[in-house]
């Protein structure tokens, strides 16, 4: 999964590495960040410390297997707090697979909400 984070941070970051179609030679000045854990602050605070996000969701087999709740919990919060912005925020899931896809549908109710738009 690295090798499409890395790609899609480059494409939306710009500066002296650009990669991919979007990016330009200057600084995009969008941030990013990135996490593998539940982040410290609520999907609220994150997002809406920003006029406009999109959060997208890299799923393979070792993010499938976090089994710790609170990761999980924040995921279904982020879903939410996103679901109820009126498109203020955006999600978008990426699965490796049509079965890691479905794995990831099935970790909790809410979670199957969310489309998986696309199998890598």
Request: glycine letters at 10%.
């Given at each position: 999964?690295?090798?499409?984070?890395?790609?899609?941070?480059?494409?939306?970051?710009?500066?002296?590495?650009?990669?991919?179609?979007?990016?330009?030679?200057?600084?995009?000045?969008?941030?990013?960040?990135?996490?593998?854990?539940?982040?410290?602050?609520?999907?609220?605070?994150?997002?809406?410390?920003?006029?406009?996000?999109?959060?997208?969701?890299?799923?393979?087999?070792?993010?499938?297997?976090?089994?710790?709740?609170?990761?999980?919990?924040?995921?279904?919060?982020?879903?939410?707090?996103?679901?109820?912005?009126?498109?203020?925020?955006?999600?978008?899931?990426?699965?490796?697979?049509?079965?890691?896809?479905?794995?990831?549908?099935?970790?909790?109710?809410?979670?199957?909400?969310?489309?998986?738009?696309?199998n890598l």
């Amino acid at each position: 999964m690295r090798r499409y984070e890395d790609a899609v941070l480059g494409a939306l970051q710009g500066g002296k590495d650009a990669v991919e179609y979007l990016a330009t030679v200057e600084d995009l000045g969008i941030q990013t960040e990135v996490f593998s854990d539940a982040p410290p602050r609520t999907p609220g605070e994150m997002l809406d410390a920003f006029c406009h996000t999109l959060t997208v969701v890299f799923v393979d087999r070792a993010f499938c297997g976090k089994s710790g709740s609170s990761f999980w919990d924040w995921l279904v919060q982020c879903w939410t707090h996103t679901d109820a912005s009126g498109g203020r925020h955006a999600m978008l899931v990426i699965a490796m697979d049509e079965r890691i896809g479905r794995a990831f549908s099935e970790k909790r109710p809410r979670v199957g909400e969310l489309a998986t738009v696309a199998n890598l």
